[in-house]
């Protein structure tokens, strides 16, 4: 069991058995971020206390641990964020790009019901997803929107009856997910 910054239990595994950089919870390896993505994300006041280096973001859809900091025994629950968790979210309302506040309907929409979008450029220019500059800050993992964009669209794409051998699924998964790097600037050249 593991407790809260907000003051939630959480059924856990044993700390001695899972190591430092998993999740205590599901037991799958955290993703690193600093203090700029736990201050975006924190409520003000855990800002002082929390907002700092050390923790690992848990990226397993299933998990409800947001954050968590094994050597100093501290935890996020996705409910103590401002922010939904996409991953960790279902349905229309789960955010895929944050900079510009664009959610799972939003690409449903374009892509399977309006039907006019198709790859990860085209739903940028319809929603705006991936034209932000500050994924890297504002997604509570601390990457890119990409995955998320991308897991939006092939839904959409099922949704529309699309299979998974389809051309327009095969291109898409060959898409590069760190897509919003050139739009921001973050390019690796250099
Ligand atoms: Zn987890």
């Given at each position: 069991m593991?407790?809260?910054v907000g003051g939630r239990e959480v059924e856990s595994f044993a700390l001695e058995?899972?190591?430092s950089t998993s999740c205590p919870v599901c037991a799958n390896p955290?993703?690193?971020?600093t203090h700029l993505v736990m201050r975006a994300a924190l409520p003000r006041e855990f800002h002082r206390e929390f907002a700092r280096e050390g923790f690992l973001f848990c990226p397993t859809p299933s998990c409800p641990l947001a954050y968590f900091d094994n050597a100093e025994s501290a935890y996020v629950h996705?409910?103590?964020l401002r922010v939904l968790v996409g991953r960790k979210t279902a349905g229309p309302s789960a955010p895929v790009c944050y900079c510009l506040r664009v959610t799972e309907g939003q690409v449903m929409e374009e892509v399977a019901v309006k039907g006019c979008c198709r790859t990860m450029d085209e739903v940028a220019a319809a929603t705006g997803a991936l034209l932000g500059k500050a994924c890297h800050i504002v997604n509570p993992s601390g990457k890119c929107c990409g995955d998320e964009v991308r897991e939006a669209i092939l839904k959409a794409l099922r949704t529309a009856g699309f299979s998974d051998d389809a051309p327009e699924v095969l291109k898409l998964l060959?898409?590069?997910v760190d897509h919003?790097?050139?739009h921001c600037g973050l390019g690796e050249a250099d």
């Open positions: 593991v407790r809260t058995v899972v190591p955290g993703i690193p971020v996705k409910d103590e060959e898409e590069d919003c790097r050139s």
